[in-house]
Nanobody, 123 residues
Framework: QVQLVESGGGLVQTGGSLRLTCAAS????????MAWFRQAPGKEREFVAG????????NIADSVKGRFTISRDNDKNTVFLLMNSLKPEDTAVYYC????????????????WGQGTQVTVSS
């Protein structure tokens, strides 16, 4: 069992930066692939970034490639999403997710979810 808690969201101006943190509990964290998804009002939840259990393989959605970076610290049971050059279209609730296995880009493949953290980018 893995429990996830996100933090670091907030209000930022266009072009600004935020770093989201996902703190995980559970001894099996280091065997889990992790990901960030986001959901804007009236839209479906979409994949943002994923990272394998070791932290050596990452996948970034085309919409945020070059601006967002995902990383993890297995010693601290933590996953990060560094978001630079934020745009109003990045406004959404951001969710951390985990699965025991390979990284995936479909929300239905993830077993564990955090409660989400709101990111709002003003124009």
């Amino acid at each position: 069992q893995v429990q996830l808690v996100e933090s670091g969201g907030g209000l930022v101006q266009t072009g600004g930066s935020l770093r989201l943190t996902c703190a995980a509990s559970g001894r099996t964290f280091r065997t889990h692939a992790m990901a960030w998804f986001r959901q804007a009002p009236g839209k479906e939840r979409e994949f943002v970034a994923g990272i394998d259990w070791s932290g050596t393989i990452t996948n970034i959605a085309d919409s945020v490639k070059g601006r967002f970076t995902i990383s993890r610290d297995n010693d601290k049971n933590t996953v990060f999403l560094l978001m630079n050059s934020l745009k109003p279209e990045d406004t959404a609730v951001y969710y951390c997710a985990g699965r025991n296995g390979y990284s995936a880009q479909t929300s239905g493949q993830y077993d564990y979810w955090g409660q989400g953290t709101q990111v709002t980018v003003s124009s």
